[in-house]
């Protein structure tokens, strides 16, 4: 079974930055579509970022040019470089792991840009 585990979450002031890391046990990772996700208090989870096995990427319009998502298949580990953080994007932010359909969920990472 797939284990993924996220991490890099805390409290950031707005304007800040923060990386978040999610490493997923898979000799396949190089397989896998990789995603961010975020939810916050009595929202819905949406899709953040999304990389693919050929890096192609995908982002929110929120997060359009001020996040970045990034893959290192030899770590097993996708990246979400998140600057300019507003106060709008607190959240959990939940890693996912997509291998044509079968996909894995992280326990998530908090987020909290507060002044």
């Known amino acids: 079974q797939v284990q993924i585990v996220e991490s890099g979450g805390g409290l950031v002031q707005p304007g800040g930055s923060l990386r978040l890391s999610c490493t997923v046990s898979?000799?396949?990772?190089?397989?896998?579509?990789l995603g961010w996700y975020r939810q916050a208090p009595g929202l819905q989870r949406d899709l953040v970022a999304q990389?693919?096995?050929?890096?192609?990427?995908t982002y929110a319009d929120s997060v359009q040019g001020r996040f970045t998502i990034s893959r290192d298949d030899a770590k097993r580990t996708v990246y979400l470089q998140m600057d300019s953080l507003k106060l709008e994007d607190t959240a959990v932010y939940y890693c996912?792991?997509?291998?044509?359909?079968?996909?894995?969920w992280g326990q998530g990472t908090q987020v909290n840009v507060s002044s």
């Open positions: 996912k792991a997509d291998l044509r359909g079968s996909f894995a």
């Open positions: 898979s000799p396949y990772f190089n397989m896998f579509t």
């Open positions: 990389i693919s096995t050929r890096r192609t990427t």
